[in-house]
T-cell receptor
Framework: DAMVIQNPRYQVTQFGKPVTLSCSQTLNHNVMYWYQQKSSQAPKLLFHYYDKDFNNEADTPDNFQSRRPNTSFCFLDIRSPGLGDAAMYLC????????????FGPGTRLTVT | AQSVTQPDIHITVSEGASLELRCNYSYGATPYLFWYVQSPGQGLQLLLKYFSGDTLVQGIKGFEAEFKRSQSSFNLRKPSVHWSDAAEYFCAVGASGTYKYIFGTGTRLKVLA
């Protein structure tokens, strides 16, 4: 089945230790998103790619970076995680603007110790 | 800038009862509107979407929503709730011409047996 896959599902990292979260899709969608969702809050858009074009949200901290080496994969790099970065990180994809974020992955729950 | 408000943080209904979850948006033009459902620890699943045409849209799992421009609302409804509908529901708005989608703060639905 075509889907959005996130690895790992659970990630524990130490304060200040770089971490990378992975997202892959078999849908061949043009657009890939990264959202941060803290407990009991709405998902917050960090950035998205349209093909290779990177679109950063104005309030996304510089600590968060992303890479999209090809259509299928997108990575979220947190250069120096702080305790406040503990959250669920959701990857999503879409093909058309009218699709919205039609396909979400299951998320990676990041814990910072 | 577009925004979306979900006035009800928690809603409790009895199984078999009808359900209406409220969503109000702020946007100058006709927005793209979406409803998502999220089970605990999972990603979001798209229930339905509106971007033009018939203002009453049908979605998956027996849900429907009605776009009312005069009230800037896009309320989600279901005639008879099942225990498996207990989850968190998010309304989202997208600005036409962009891939940016903003989520409301969510409504947590509890279903009593």
């Amino acid at each position: 089945d075509a889907m959005v896959i996130q690895n790992p599902r659970y990630q524990v990292t130490q304060f200040g230790k770089p971490v990378t979260l992975s997202c892959s899709q078999t849908l061949n969608h043009n657009v890939m998103y990264w959202y941060q969702q803290k407990s009991s809050q709405a998902p917050k858009l960090l950035f998205h790619y349209y093909d290779k074009d990177f679109n950063n949200e104005a309030d996304t901290p510089d600590n968060f970076q992303s890479r999209r080496p090809n259509t299928s994969f997108c990575f979220l790099d947190i250069r120096s995680p702080g305790l406040g970065d503990a959250a669920m990180y959701l990857c999503a994809t879409s093909r058309l603007r009218t699709d919205g974020c039609g396909d979400f992955g299951p998320g990676t729950r990041l814990t910072v110790t | 800038a577009q925004s979306v408000t979900q006035p009800d943080i928690h809603i409790t209904v009895s199984e078999g009862a009808s359900l209406e979850l409220r969503c109000n948006y702020s946007y100058g033009a006709t927005p793209y509107l979406f409803w998502y459902v999220q089970s605990p620890g999972q990603g979001l699943q798209l229930l339905l979407k509106y971007f033009s045409g018939d203002t009453l849209v049908q979605g998956i799992k027996g849900f429907e929503a009605e776009f009312k421009r005069s009230q800037s609302s896009f309320n989600l409804r279901k005639p008879s709730v099942h225990w498996s509908d207990a989850a968190e529901y998010f309304c989202a708005v997208g600005a036409s011409g962009t891939y940016k989608y903003i989520f409301g703060t969510g409504t947590r639905l509890k279903v009593l047996a």
